[in-house]
Nanobody
Framework: QVQLVESGGGLVQAGGSLRLSCAVS????????LGWFRQAMDNQREFVAT???????NYLDSVKGRFTISRDNAKNMVYLSMDNLEPEDTNVYSC?????????WGQGTRVTVSS
């Protein structure tokens, strides 16, 4: 069982920055894939960014160049640094992990970007 607890959301003006944090309850060295998702218009989860344990990161096209995902193995943390935020980034961002083929999700942290 993997538990994920997000923090760092809030209200920011367009063009501003936030850093989301996700505390993972197990050693993330054992977890191949960690990431961040948000809710799409059809209420499905929308991939934002993922980072694998072998150093491969992937991003949603609309956040490339603005968001950066990182893993801290020593602290069992995953971060999403978000720069140049846009009102369209307003959403609830959830942390994601896959261990032994099982997906896990956090409760999410809300990000609101005002224009």
């Amino acid at each position: 069982q993997v538990q994920l607890v997000e923090s760092g959301g809030g209200l920011v003006q367009a063009g501003g920055s936030l850093r989301l944090s996700c505390a993972v309850s197990v050693s993330i060295e054992r977890i191949y894939l960690l990431g961040w998702f948000r809710q799409a218009m059809d209420n499905q989860r929308e991939f934002v960014a993922t980072a694998s344990s072998d150093g491969i990161s992937n991003y949603l096209d609309s956040v490339k160049g603005r968001f950066t995902i990182s893993r801290d193995n020593a602290k069992n943390m995953v971060y999403l640094s978000m720069d140049n935020l846009e009102p369209e980034d307003t959403n609830v961002y959830s942390c994601y992990a896959v261990q032994d083929g099982t997906p896990y999700w956090g409760q999410g942290t809300r990000v609101t970007v005002s224009s």
